[in-house]
Nanobody, 131 residues
Framework: DVQLQASGGGLVQAGGSLRLSCEASGFPFDDYAIGWFRQAPGSEREGISCISASGDKVYYTDSVKGRFTASSDYARKMVYLQNDSLEPEDTAVYYC????????????????????????WGQGTLVTVSS
């Protein structure tokens, strides 16, 4: 069975850090890129980063660039999102999702591209940043 499991969320004070993890199984990991998305209460879902399985291709949207860092552990089929300098505006449920074809891991117009084509989605993990 295909599975994407995000974990690592929690409550943190503004300026703090968290590391989110995404464990992938049940599909050919090296053929996919993993995207990170988040959805704040009352807001639309926002794509914030994507990374190829090998980790050699990474993109960020402006809202997190310079504060969040994605990485991939190809052997373990794990993807991570290091969240530093967290702000209350980062409070959201964070999801990881998989898209077939690393060429579709990119940003366009300031947004994570090809969101519609992300095939597999995991359950989210809640990040709450207090002021």
């Amino acid at each position: 069975d295909v599975q994407l499991q995000a974990s690592g969320g929690g409550l943190v004070q503004a300026g703090g850090s968290l590391r989110l993890s995404c464990e992938a199984s049940g599909f050919p990991f090296d053929d996919y890129a993993i995207g990170w998305f988040r959805q704040a209460p009352g807001s639309e879902r926002e794509g914030i980063s994507c990374i190829s399985a090998s980790g050699d291709k990474v993109y960020y949207t402006d809202s997190v660039k310079g504060r969040f860092t994605a990485s991939s552990d190809y052997a373990r089929k794990m993807v991570y999102l290091q969240n530093d300098s967290l702000e209350p505006e980062d409070t959201a449920v964070y999801y990881c999702a998989a898209i077939l074809g690393t060429e579709f891991c990119t940003v366009a117009g300031g947004k994570l591209a090809y969101e519609y084509y992300y095939r597999y989605w995991g359950q989210g993990t809640l990040v709450t940043v207090s002021s």
